[in-house]
């Protein structure tokens, strides 16, 4: 047993690993929002909150009598990664849908991205060359590099709706955000047809 196996849900007295249900009472999650981890981009949640409307975001702890941080008001969570691509998320969003239900999956691209200064060969290339490793079959070439905003959104929104990770019930939204302005930019929105009647 490790030393911090007490700190594990599993093994809390009660807790049954076969009736869980979720978490949604403790931490209501409905969206997660996949963008880059470039700092410039941090304000991405912040658009996307605003712009859908009904969502908490950052929230704030809710805490028991003791003080001890049992839940959160935030409906929004966050995933980042290089360029914000969707193929590096799908962990995430099944683990999530399994955890709380999630409602939506966000995608949000953003102006003067790192990921748009390679291709994908020049990247494969310069691993190789630098640290004498093939990475060409570790990963979709269509998520290395961003190089047309509009597909790059469209490419992701068409992977995670094509993904078995992602329940066909999920809602998806693909953005575009400026980082100088801020402006936020619907270019996608994949909603099951049966929920738009």
């Known amino acids: 047993m490790g030393q911090f196996s007490a700190y594990e849900y599993r093994k809390l007295p009660g807790f049954d690993m076969n009736a869980f249900e979720g978490a949604n009472q403790a931490i209501p999650m409905k969206t997660l929002v996949i963008h880059c981890f470039d700092p410039r981009a941090a304000d991405i949640p912040l658009a996307v909150a605003a712009y859908l409307g009904d969502e908490v975001y950052p929230g704030e702890n809710i805490l028991d009598e003791s003080g001890n941080r049992v839940g959160h008001t935030r409906t929004l969570f966050v995933e980042t990664n290089a360029g914000g691509r969707a193929a590096f998320a799908l962990e995430s969003v099944a683990a999530m849908d399994y955890i709380f239900s999630v409602q939506n999956v966000v995608v949000v691209h953003h102006s003067f991205c790192g990921t748009t200064t390679l291709t994908p060969e020049l990247l494969i290339k310069k691993f190789h ?45 693909g953005f575009f955000y400026e980082i100088s302005t801020g402006k936020l930019t619907e270019v996608v929105r994949d909603i099951p047809a049966w929920m738009s009647t």
């Open 129 to 173: 060359d630098h640290h004498r490793a093939d990475i060409a079959t570790m990963f979709d070439r269509g998520s290395l590099a961003i190089m047309d905003f509009e597909d790059s959104i469209k490419h992701d929104i068409a992977l995670l709706r094509s993904s078995p990770a992602v329940p066909k019930r999920i809602k998806l939204y």
